[in-house]
Each structure stands twice: as C-alpha cells, then as structure tokens.
Nanobody, 124 residues
Framework: VHLGVSGGGSVQAGGALRLACVRS????????IGWFRRAPGKEREGVARLDSDGFTAYADSVKGRFTFTKDNALNTLYLQMDNLRPEDSAMYYCAAAHNPLRKAIVDGLWYHHWGQGIQVTVSS
C-alpha cells in the first residue's frame, strides 16, 4: 500500500487547510486510516481516524475543528482543518492499518503503512 499526502502549507491563525491522503489502488483491505502529527520537540500525536465501518475519532485538541472525509471514487481521504491555531503547526502524516483497531485514537505503532510527512504551519 502506498499513501500519498498533499495539501499542507502555511496559513494564519483562524485559517483552513485540507490535507489529502491518496492510497494506491491495490487490493489490500485497510480497516483504519489515521492522521498523525509531530511538532518539533514533541511526541507524535494521533489526530483523527476513519474506519472502514464509518467510525471516526478525533483528538480532543482538534474536535470541532478537524473533519475526516473520503472520496471512494478517488481512493482519497481528506482531513479538513478549520480554525487553525499556531499549536496545530507540525508535520502531518497519513497512516493505514490492515486490521481492526480499538475504537479510539491509538498509538501509531498499531499502523502498518505510512505516507510521507507534510508540513503545516500556522502563524499567529
């Protein structure tokens, strides 16, 4: 499975960005797609996840501001990020798991495939 990530960039606080995660068109079943981020000097943080059964979960820090959507025809999943804050600045990663995971924001160690990171910078 290959995951391609796009859509990062720089915005001012209160602005919006949409990240895209495009999966390769292979036959491997993916149960969970997750978004993670890592800011300099901080540990990797789970941001959001979308399961194949429609389950979604968001970190408390982004609830109400970030939304996970998908376009099945394009094999693409999006993370819409609204009302961005400077503390959202980080490298963002898309990841996938090929087995079901506990219904929560879980550690990235449980994921099997990772896309390249993309920078999001929010200025105050």
């Amino acid at each position: 499975v290959h995951l391609g990530v796009s859509g990062g960039g720089s915005v001012q606080a209160g602005g919006a960005l949409r990240l895209a995660c495009v999966r390769s068109t292979d036959t491997e079943i993916l149960f969970v797609i997750g978004w993670f981020r890592r800011a300099p000097g901080k540990e990797r943080e789970g941001v959001a996840r979308l399961d194949s059964d429609g389950f979604t979960a968001y970190a408390d820090s982004v609830k109400g501001r970030f939304t996970f959507t998908k376009d099945n025809a394009l094999n693409t999943l999006y993370l819409q990020m609204d009302n961005l804050r400077p503390e959202d600045s980080a490298m963002y990663y898309c990841a996938a798991a090929h087995n079901p995971l506990r219904k929560a924001i879980v550690d990235g160690l449980w994921y099997h495939h990772w896309g390249q990171g993309i920078q999001v910078t929010v200025s105050s």
